[in-house]
Structures are given as C-alpha cells and as structure tokens.
Nanobody, 123 residues
Framework: HVQLVESGGGSVQAGGSLRLSCAASGLALAYSSYCMGWFRQAPGKERESVARIGSGGTIFYAGSVKGRFTISQNHYKNVLEMNNLRPEDAGMYFC??????????????????WGQGTQVTVS
C-alpha cells in the first residue's frame, strides 16, 4: 500500500507564490526508482500534467508552467514551488507517483498512486 500525503496550496493573488509538498509512504519506500509529479484539474476540464521528477533527477515541465514552477525531490518527497501564479493556474492539484522511473510522456494513466488533492486558487 502506498500513500501520498500532500500539503500546501491555498489562495493567492495573481503574481503570488505557493509551495506544494508531497510525501510518499508505505510500500513506495521499497521502490529503487520512481517518478513523482503533479497534475492539476480545473472545474469542467481534463486533468493535465504540470511537472514531474524522477528519482534520478530527470525533470519535465508543462510548457504553461516552465520558467515559473520548480520541482525538486529528496527521498520519496517532492516539492513544487509555484511563482508568478496566474488565474489559469487555479485548480485542484494532485500528487502522483509511479514505480520504475519516469516515462517520456506524462499522462495520468501512467501513475499508479495519487494523493487526495490540494486546492490552488488564484484571483
């Protein structure tokens, strides 16, 4: 059993910053390689990729967040620093994890485990 516990999120004005964290526990700690990332979903829209990082350090950012968001990881935990937030960044942010490292693509079905989600509001 794998658990992903998210923290952070909240409400900010456009141009502000937020920090999201995600910590994995349980069987995830037995994975020799893994990939952790963030997806987001706005009301009425599909879940979309934001950023992901592998246990070896490989990083991917969606084009819409590149240069504004930074993802880092350390021993089954990852942090997403979000700067210069825009109203279109608002939504429910979900931490996700898969074993075996990151794939070149980043789609929800590639990830086995999910957090409960944390809300980001940008006004």
């Amino acid at each position: 059993h794998v658990q992903l516990v998210e923290s952070g999120g909240g409400s900010v004005q456009a141009g502000g910053s937020l920090r999201l964290s995600c910590a994995a526990s349980g069987l995830a700690l037995a994975y020799s390689s893994y990939c952790m990332g963030w997806f987001r979903q706005a009301p009425g829209k599909e879940r979309e990729s934001v950023a992901r990082i592998g246990s070896g350090g490989t990083i991917f950012y969606a084009g819409s967040v590149k240069g504004r968001f930074t993802i880092s990881q350390n021993h089954y935990k990852n942090v997403l620093e979000m700067n210069n937030l825009r109203p279109e960044d608002a939504g429910m942010y979900f931490c996700a994890m898969r074993s075996g490292g990151c794939l070149p693509t980043m789609i929800p079905t590639e990830y086995n485990y999910w957090g409960q989600g944390t809300q980001v509001t940008v006004s």
